[in-house]
T-cell receptor
Framework: GAVVSQHPSWVICKSGTSVKIECRSL??????MFWYRQFPKQSLMLMAT?????????EQGVEKDKFLINHASLTLSTLTVTSAHPEDSSFYIC?????????????FGPGTRLTVT | GESVGLHLPTLSVQEGDNSIINCAYS??????FIWYKQESGKGPQFIID?????DKRQGQRVTVLLNKTVKHLSLQIAATQPGDSAVYFC????????????FGTGTRLLVSP
């Protein structure tokens, strides 16, 4: 149980285009999901907290107009990287917390490798 | 601000040895800690967690120790296997009521057969 999927697993796009990444909780509902970014050989950095039915909460320094987050259902959150540039190339990982769960454990997706050329 | 750091960026051990991965945290108000394992190109995988009202918790081949006095967390892996080779992250959750996690810098564990 508690499986989180991401799609696509990897994507290559040209500079200036937009890319959408999906995060799905497959066997549970998640009111709250998180989006992280991880550069090579570095740790996970939280970008934003995605809340179902409301606006996402962005961490300091993360441009909300560049990284659009939509959490329209209890099993799906999407991250859209708008006007992507090479510096946006990274490993994007989402996580989800089961709604009503008693644990603070976050279940992570497998990640999406974004390469902007 | 909050920060969680690790003392050793790389730990090399022989198969069958016991491994100890350390983590220092700075937020004394954190009330929940987790260790994650991340293999190359994959998302983090939960290993074990511990709440701040505990100082030790054991799982299968793993033990987490929490020393709140010196704000130190460690992960012990018994009889380390080549499949344990990965990057290990500690993460902490503050006591603000929000569920955000702050991740440490990570330690790469290399297990030689």
């Amino acid at each position: 149980g508690a499986v989180v999927s991401q799609h696509p697993s990897w994507v290559i796009c040209k500079s200036g285009t937009s890319v959408k990444i999906e995060c799905r909780s497959l066997d549970f509902q998640a009111t709250t999901m998180f989006w992280y970014r991880q550069f090579p050989k570095q740790s996970l950095m939280l970008m934003a907290t995605s809340n179902e039915g409301s606006k996402a909460t962005y961490e300091q320094g993360v441009e909300k107009d560049k990284f659009l987050i939509n959490h329209a259902s209890l099993t799906l959150s999407t991250l859209t990287v708008t006007s992507a540039h090479p510096e946006d190339s990274s490993f994007y990982i989402c996580s989800a917390i089961p709604t009503g769960g008693s644990s603070y454990e976050q279940y992570f997706g497998p990640g999406t490798r974004l390469t902007v050329t | 601000g909050e920060s969680v750091g690790l003392h050793l960026p790389t730990l090399s051990v022989q198969e069958g040895d016991n491994s100890i991965i350390n983590c220092a945290y700075s937020n004394s108000a954190s009330d929940y800690f987790i260790w994650y394992k991340q293999e190359s190109g994959k998302g983090p995988q939960f290993i074990i967690d511990i709440r701040s009202n505990m100082d030790k918790r054991q799982g299968q081949r793993v033990t987490v120790l929490l020393n709140k006095t010196v704000k130190h967390l460690s992960l012990q892996i018994a009889a380390t296997q080549p499949g344990d080779s990965a990057v290990y992250f500690c993460a902490e959750k503050g006591n603000t009521g929000f569920q955000k996690l702050v991740f440490g810098t990570g330690t790469r564990l290399l297990v030689s057969p």
